[in-house]
Nanobody
Framework: VQLQASGGGLVQSGGSLRLSCTAS????????VGWFRQTPGKEREVVAA????????YYADSVKGRFTISGDSAKKTVYLQMNNLKPDDTAVYYC????????????????????WGQGTLVTVSS
């Protein structure tokens, strides 16, 4: 499967962005998806994840209440709605996918995923 991440950009603190991760390939309904972010010199960290049925989600503590992950299986797209953005949210955001029945609790590590998108830059100005 191939993943295409999009939707990044420059936004002021307190603003919103919606990232999209669109997949190509068969049997997309079997894949769980995670969003990760990375800044220079730091490890890639999980932001949110959603299971393949779309009925279970995981959020990093730093984004709970501000970010929402959701999926549209017909469009083979997973979204990350980001509200009340802060300068600390500035990073390159990546989406990743894994064909799995595991619950999202097992999908908080970058090592859990098999496929990665190319990344989209989010810059939040203060």
């Amino acid at each position: 499967v191939q993943l295409q991440a999009s939707g990044g950009g420059l936004v002021q603190s307190g603003g919103s962005l919606r990232l999209s991760c669109t997949a190509s390939g068969p049997q997309w309904s079997r894949y769980a998806v995670g969003w990760f972010r990375q800044t220079p010199g730091k490890e890639r960290e999980v932001v949110a994840a959603i299971n393949r049925r779309g009925d279970s989600t995981y959020y990093a503590d730093s984004v709970k209440g501000r970010f929402t992950i959701s999926g549209d299986s017909a469009k083979k797209t997973v979204y990350l709605q980001m509200n009340n953005l802060k300068p600390d949210d500035t990073a390159v955001y990546y989406c990743a996918a894994k064909q799995t029945i595991l619950s999202v609790g097992y999908l908080a590590s970058a090592d859990s995923y098999d496929y990665w998108g190319q990344g989209t830059l989010v810059t939040v100005s203060s």
